[in-house]
């Protein structure tokens, strides 16, 4: 099994997850002063004291802040802050409401049972306090309950389940758990940008991978199965310093669901060379083809598999942050102990509506998880038949809640202008992206922010669009998409 980082191991030896912590030492000056925390001061001890701390003020002319982490500081402006202060701009100036298709959050509640459960956890006096820090046990049953089905194993709620902050808080507690300085991780191009940062942040390296889309996208829709892996090029990239390796299935912004035949030949990969596999499922509810989870595929991926789950992907509750890792306890025990460091608890009143929800939702007469892969096939429906009347080619997905939309056939003026947020270091699909915005009045990303700038070209005539939202909204969206007519070039 693979060592977990020193630090972590240290922690573990000098306390349990679990320990209570220690009581707030008294300030010392306080201490040893002879008026006591509880005793009020004079008037003219306070006044003495206001003298002396205004006196003590440093002028803020006069301050030089230290300078941030390099791991932190110099960082470009990242794509979430560019189109929102782009739509922020756009509203104020266009005739009409802008639609956000940009980010992936919900335009609608979760089920009125998961509403109900939350509701309900408040007038719970324990679900006002700490829970413990792997997570409130009725949640870790019930998730135990929830994918021993597709596992085909019993799961132990108590050691191979550990409730995280979202699924982002849980990734992070696992790359701080096994990452020491310079340990590498393999990821898949195009990537959530939060992983980046989430593995750097620890002192680890990525090593970057792109999925291949297929040659002829420019012509034709294609399924998201046609973005292959290149193999000979994954195996390449192993070394004797490769540590984990990060699966997204269904994957976003893609919509792939990698196939039984794609996990088995990574995970064979990651058994002859003992690596992680951290199997990014937060869409594992939303998928429209046979999904596979790579941890149920040999007794070995099993041991070596760190599977993570949301809340708030799985309810439409993205603001509620209750995630999960699953795998073996021997890892279980390690990103406990990192998460234990990094938030010590999750909220207590989501973390048991979560539980609510979910023993609701796998009841057999329960038709919810069914109910919403039809939704949102009924969504794509909707949304994607802009694309199909307008003639733009775009990945069909098999998975999620995105769609990546081929845009090379749209003319945007030649004197158009541009801020150096979009040009600057940017692939062409910013530029689109901001022109979107500001004259359509449509929300978007581009995906070439999921990638190494050398990888930008496999991207950079898409852009993604969420159909996370309610079918009125997706309409409104198709109408207004249709003033891309006249800049269309067929």
Known sequence: MLACSPLLSTCLRKSSPTAARPLLLLNPVLAKSRIRPSQPMSSSA???TATAAAAAAPKA??????????????QAKDVWTIVNEAAADAQASLPFPVLNLGQGFFSYNPPDFAIKAAQ??????????????????????????????????????????????????GMFSAFTAFLSDGDEVIVFEPFFDQYISNIQLPGGKVVYVPLVPPPD????????????VDFEDLKSKISPRTKMIVVNSPHNPVGKVFSREELEKIGQIAVENNIIVLSDEV?????????????TLSPELQRLTLTVGSAGKTFSATGWRVGWLIGDAELIKYVSAAHTRICFAVNSPLQ?????????AIKPENTFFADHVDSYKHKYKIFNRIWDELGLTYTDPEGGYFVLVNFSKVKIPDDYVFPDDVTVGRAKDFR?????????????????????PEHAHLAEKYLRFAVCKTDDYLEQAVERLRLLKPYIQH
């Not at 996208?217 to 292959?228: A, H, L």
């Not at 869409?283 to 941890?295: G, S, W």
């Not at 048991?352 to 609701?360: I, K, P, R």
Request: one cysteine or more; glycine letters at 4%.
């Open 61 to 74: 002319s006069s301050v030089k802040l230290p300078k941030p982490s390099p791991k932190i500081a110099g």
């Open 283 to 295: 869409y594992d509810r939303l998928y429209y083809k046979p999904f596979t989870r790579i941890a």
């Open 352 to 360: 048991e509506g979560s539980a609510v929800a979910l023993q609701e």
């Open 46 to 48: 306070s006044t003495i």
């Open 120 to 169: 309900e956890a408040l007038n719970d006096v324990s679900c006002n306090q700490y829970s413990h820090t792997k997570g409130r046990p009725s949640l870790r049953k019930a998730l135990a309950a929830a994918y021993e089905p597709s596992f085909g194993r019993k799961i132990n709620w108590e050691t191979e389940i550990v409730v995280t902050s979202g699924a982002n808080e």
């Open 217 to 228: 996208n420019d012509v034709r829709t294609v399924s998201s199965s046609e973005w292959k």
């Open 432 to 452: 689109m992206a901001y022109w979107l915005i500001k004259e359509i009045g449509v929300v978007t990303i581009p995906p070439t922010e999921f990638y190494l």
